[in-house]
């Protein structure tokens, strides 16, 4: 726990028009607000996060690949990838490290197609429904997650 | 906001079983241990919260439909009842206020009929898998979530 | 015919919320208002009606048991219990009375798990969707199955 | 309400059997029986009944239609049509009249294909199982849904 | 391409109530309006046009048929028989003409019955969701597959 | 036995087509061949057979109805009407005169939406693949289920 | 058409016991009345039948294996293996000879696993529901079917 | 094995009415009677077995669970919470003690819905379809069980 | 009573392998082993046990057919043909002789394809997950049930 | 209407093997073709239209998003993507621009996996299996979707 | 690897048709051709294989117990058993022994009940499309898989 | 057969991480010991074998197209693409050149997502679960065919 820990923050296809897309869904602060707000609360944490945003499903899988022997952690919004990409999921299942599966919207409140995750059960657990706000409950989670790790 | 705040902690069936049921699954730490945490957790934030556990699903609606009017909040494990119960659904509709659902285990690394929820879709927004640590998680959410709502 | 019928009215989860949830479903009046003009109904036809409610799926069981030697029908309304309650549809078989199953609203403007009821085929027939004015049609319904089968 | 109101009754295919088929399911009363009490029942109510029965999915979108602008409301067994037919469906939609479904014998104890209704969403409600005596349960209902109307 | 080619133009069940009906969806354009329109059109184009609306299934089988030999190609909007038809789904098969099938709202936006067409893999092609403007749309695919066919 | 038995033979939608439509499937032979065929063979047997083809189901329904108390029984070719009526259903259980069900093509080789009859388990038995000679198997196996009823 | 032809008459599981069991669905005679009866109606058409049954899934492929060649047709009712021996299936495409399927008792009046036939698709056509009398039908359109093959 | 034993006997909704209830399915014993019949056997094979019913599925997870520590296996009959019981399903695995479960009728031989139990893999085994007289195999079941577990 | 019974035990495919296969979920006894003890059993009941295992659908059937007339009832445990054999089902269905079905393992525990048994709603009772001990209670279970139906 | 209005035209993957690949379904045009087509015709109606063909998921979706502010509406034929792509649908709805949906060949003549599309219902409308020359419908059915926008 | 290895080669029903059968999907070499290959392919490799063809389940699964303790390792091409037998799947299970299957045609060509194998996920791998040689590739992977196991 | 063969080695998202990822399912060989070894292969055979992996749908599928018309044939394991991917599926229709399909884990062993294949119905065959060493086996199949293909 001396050390800083690195945390990568993935953002999936189309989080790039978070504030412009569909506010009365998604509000009204953009990625660069919620990237800005999740390295400051890392830092207090002693935690380095490093953001990232892609409409690739193979830009991300390689972004994971590449967390292999250097972060600690993850957190991800897959965003449309939640419900069909095998390939993130296989990329996670690759580098053994703990990931949180964070949703803004309540994916349960919309349509079935999105009610389903490939990423849930490969994933310590899932945070949905509280806007970006929710970024921050991962944070926690995460770094919960691993100190306790650290302890046993 | 300077009136404090109430908030009703719901446990479903076999919760009062933690810590002695499947401990590698869900730890070690007792439901009383849970309540304490989050009765202490609740007085740092202003709020004041009462703790409810129940295997009976009459007595949960029972005790939801008697925070209308009274109480500003409910985070829920409804444990088995999460499944299954339209009548727990129907009580949270029935009282208009913010619900947090929350899971101890990872619900979506488990059986098949796990994997549904009657509740997430009624509720703000789900947290699940992060153990007892996940009741935190859900009090900061609610916390956030009747803040947000009064500023607007 | 000379001796007055009993009838059980059997309310099921929620519905003490009447007149207080969702209005814009299921209006303005409570259940104290239902369980009035079902009793001075039943009067006018000679009819003693027993209002019963409960949010609690044993105690609805209990009270249809209750009924076997003594009363001549029952009115139910199962609310959440109409979808999955297969305890009320044995209580029911086990106690061999005729039974008009009826529904506030129209169950199949809502959700899809409420288009299925475990109540209906054992019923003698359903009413569904004119809100309070509903039971008054289930009273005429069961007082002249009741007299049909007097006849025979 | 001092005009006299007009309700169209539709009995669709092979309701004209009524009486000479499968009386153990349906009775013994005739179509021309039933029509007799509804016109009568009627009149008591100062409502014109207008009665129509036909074994033609078309014919009876025609007669629909045809209320569009002259009628206040609907009565329908749509039989067999009830579980297939979009057009009647339809043509409920297209004239924004009160429409009430009512069926002779209890669907729900029947073949599973007869449990399903295209009509019942788009009606006010469903009264099911109470054989001839179900019309003028369904002509209170109707009644009741065009005074409560009025009065709003 | 020297005579004048004939078309038919079908219109399915409820289309009579078209201006009439869900303005919201369909419009405020009358079933005469649109059969102007498209026999306007059709001259232009040196295609005689023959409207044709029924809410019989089985006088658009008869018409169909009666197409047999004397006609080159047929534009259908079968409305409410588009999901069961079978019937009308054997005719076109019978009288091997090409078939355009029209919808004028997008019927992938409702309910899912809609969603699937009897009739869609036996046509040339299908247009939904331009409201009036796809018969034209119609009109222009037909006429084109016509002078396509004759030039091979 | 002494007098003449009648039977009804029913041809569905599209079937006025035969010898035009698809030959590759149907054969070459025109309905008129084969109504012609079946009353040659009836005479032979003793038995008068009417033949009658509607695209309309419900002119088919009401012809059903006719039969009643004066034909012995009803050979039926459904065609598209075989997966979708109810209607036709319960007409023939409506009459209660026994029916032999026969198909030109055989069903199970083509789209999966013909593999389901709604006729079958009404009907004695089914007859299908055997092209036009089907029929006069459907003739066979009707008189010798008559005569073997008349036996008992 | 000079030489006799010979046709395979397969019987499956459980119709040996044909005439001892369940005579309410099945009929009292035995199976080798049945046979006989065939085997004359054979002769009477200058047809050689040869009867076999068996219990067993490969004997029953076996046998028809060795019609390769020799035997011109197949009568067979496949009892219990209709609806799940791919091999009899795989069997029947090996030896690419014409088979008619026949069964004594409407399947489709049976339990839902009876309505599946795994043979359907690769017969001729199939009988099913007239008793006894099928198998009489069946032959008849066997021996229709090699006449009309050797005209063409 | 030298000290007695303690088995608790669960009886689930309406198995309270056993011999007033469909006694066509469930015979004339009462309750009473069989609980009796269980107690006395269970003494002749020194085990003190207490009986317990109830209508309500939160009082049968309360009492599962009092069993922890005290008991040494279950016998259970759970009635209709059978197969819709996640809640007793917790309870039985919050326990870590055998159970055995057992039905009076064959729940095979019933509605679809009673086919699944949410008990059966979470039970040692099931005994289904025998009357009364299954209770005593489940005893004979559950001692075997515990003795065979002693040896090991 | 009087008179010596007899029982047929058959072990369907792969149990001749017991003990020798997959000992974790079957033990370690042989059919050898289980068959001295059943027919021992047998002996003091006044029972003469015949037992017979097979590999071949086919040979089951036989056997069970030969039974008729002969033999008083059945204990089956069909191993892999309980999921798929409709053959052993009509088998026992033609002999009318009462079967008692029994699983070593409990089947609800393994692949789901395992869960559903073709012959459970054709036996008498169903026997799941206690060892070779469930032959013993099966045999109890039968002897009960033949006892049973003599005194009735 | 005064300035020019720019359109893009996306083809989704395979889509530049146009004329190439599979020329039985598509035809010989290659994709160059029909863009230029498309400018022409664009030109000619006073819009300019940017064509785009990616495979890649990724890129379509960036291009989508580049739409927003400057462009009026988009012609996309998503190919492969149609079926399974969560992240363009979304691209669409976060732009809030007109999509009109098109296909070469009728998707519904395919396979099944092709006849559900992620797209259509988020798109103005569909048009599918005029080949190449859909795409000009396309553009008629946008233009006149903006056209008819900008009076209102 | 100094001792001959001992391999089965279990060819399932209608295999010995092979050449005669289908030769446009299967070819046209026989049986014997392809077990000759085997031998002495398997000579090369110090192999001694074993052919066995059986239409019989019952015989396949007895041949696949008599491997045990004598063979090293069993080569299947189950046919259409592969679809349906939970009983070979079952004696493989019992002999702990490596299994490679394999297919002549590529069966995820063929009809959809032919897509899902019961042995594939209890055997080492599945080879299928390779028509004959297919064979060769499965002794190959066999014979590797053997060496590679010897040397861990 | 003189000039030297092309062959395009195709690996899907993930498979870079061969040898550091899941070692207990994939084994410690990394992807470029699989290449080395499958170019040493291909020039044993006189086959020059391009290596290409790549996590990006679009990427596989351009790779794909550029085969045309200079390769001659596909080895390709889609790793997670294999489930989902219509876009390769469409591009290895789009080239006309012989697939051959391998997954290194048996996938019928894995979760049910895994067991469905986009890819094998359009390849000439597959091969399943024999690690790395079924490249050398793809090989051999895939240079079987292309000898076999030339023969002809």
Known sequence: MGEEKKILLVHGPNLNMLGKREPAIYGAETLDDV???MTDAGK????AITPFQSNHEGA???KIQACFGTFQGIII???AYTHTSIGIRD????ISLPVVEIHLSNIYKREPFRH???IADVAV????GFGVYGYLLALDALTHHLN?????
């Open 35 to 37: 990237n800005r707000q």
């Open 44 to 47: 207090q944490r002693g935690i």
């Open 60 to 62: 991300i899988i390689d």
């Open 77 to 79: 919004n897959p965003g």
């Open 91 to 94: 990329a996670i299942l690759s």
């Open 116 to 118: 389903k995750s490939m």
């Open 125 to 128: 657990g899932q945070i949905s």
């Open 148 to 152: 306790a790790s650290v302890k046993n």
